[in-house]
């Protein structure tokens, strides 16, 4: 790989908004290889039967990457940090999270500005949290969810057309 620099980057305008609105899941090696194109966009997966399962979230949900670097050993790799927030106990939700949580899925972030990213694309995906609920009237009752990955690139832009035709109508409602 070149480490030459190609280009520059202007100040961007104020038109960007923060927060995340769903995630997909993909159970863990479904994905196969992505192909990136030059643009920096995902744009093909080798294995095509996937299938991917959405969870709608708000406020207090985000996307953070850190990346990790040794001059010593001469490596680099990003880790993933997506934080949920799904309110209301309900028995669906739990069962599901319980198969999250024993899976390794991928996971495909849509911000709050119509982007695609993808967390954990070939290792998979770990997911720890807290399940709550509440003390007080105000408090959360749900879920509170870090899922995490560690790959050798930084969370993949993905072509919308990857998500939208993949994504099962099955949803719960909690009650």
Known sequence: MACTLTK???LACKDAVGGIKAIY???YGTL???TIASTGYVTAFSL???TLYQFDVKSAS???QTINSSDDNGTTFYEQVLTLVLTK???ETQVQLQLIIANRPHVFVQDNNG????VGMTRGTTTTGTISSGVALGDL???SLTITGQEPLMAQFVTANLITGKVSATQITPA
């Open 8 to 10: 520059g980057r202007k």
């Open 25 to 27: 899941l993909a159970e």
């Open 32 to 34: 196969g290889t992505a």
């Open 48 to 50: 095509t039967n996937y």
């Open 62 to 64: 985000g996307l953070e």
């Open 89 to 91: 106990l309900d028995p």
């Open 115 to 118: 982007n695609y990213m993808a």
């Open 141 to 143: 009752n749900g879920y």
